[in-house]
Nanobody
Framework: VQLQASGGGLVQAGSSLRLSCAASGRSFRNYSAGWFRQAPGKEREFVAAIAWGGGDPSYAASVKGRFTVSRDRAKNTMYLQMNNLKPEDTAVYFC??????????????????WGQGTQVTVSS
């Protein structure tokens, strides 16, 4: 499956953005999907994930209550709604996918498919 992330941009603190991740090549239906991010000089970190079978999404503590991950199976697309953005949210955001379960979702090594990343910059 190929992943294409979009929707990043430059916004002020307190603003909102919605990232999209379009999947192609195969149906997204049987894949768990999620988002990671990487800020300059920092390691890639888990943001959010949604399992292939549905159920409650999981979130990093730093974004819980502000970010919402969802998917539209008919459109083969996943979204990340980001509200009340903070300067520390500035990073390149990557969408990820894994057929079936990713197991430990917080581990980048458990995700087999990665999109190219989209830049999110939040000014103070």
């Amino acid at each position: 499956v190929q992943l294409q992330a979009s929707g990043g941009g430059l916004v002020q603190a307190g603003s909102s953005l919605r990232l999209s991740c379009a999947a192609s090549g195969r149906s997204f239906r049987n894949y768990s999907a999620g988002w990671f991010r990487q800020a300059p000089g920092k390691e890639r970190e888990f943001v959010a994930a949604i399992a292939w079978g549905g159920g409650d999404p999981s979130y990093a503590a730093s974004v819980k209550g502000r970010f919402t991950v969802s998917r539209d199976r008919a459109k083969n697309t996943m979204y990340l709604q980001m509200n009340n953005l903070k300067p520390e949210d500035t990073a390149v955001y990557f969408c990820v996918a894994q057929r079936g379960s990713a197991g430990n979702e917080g581990s980048a090594a458990n995700w087999g498919y990665w999109g190219q990343g989209t830049q999110v910059t939040v000014s103070s």
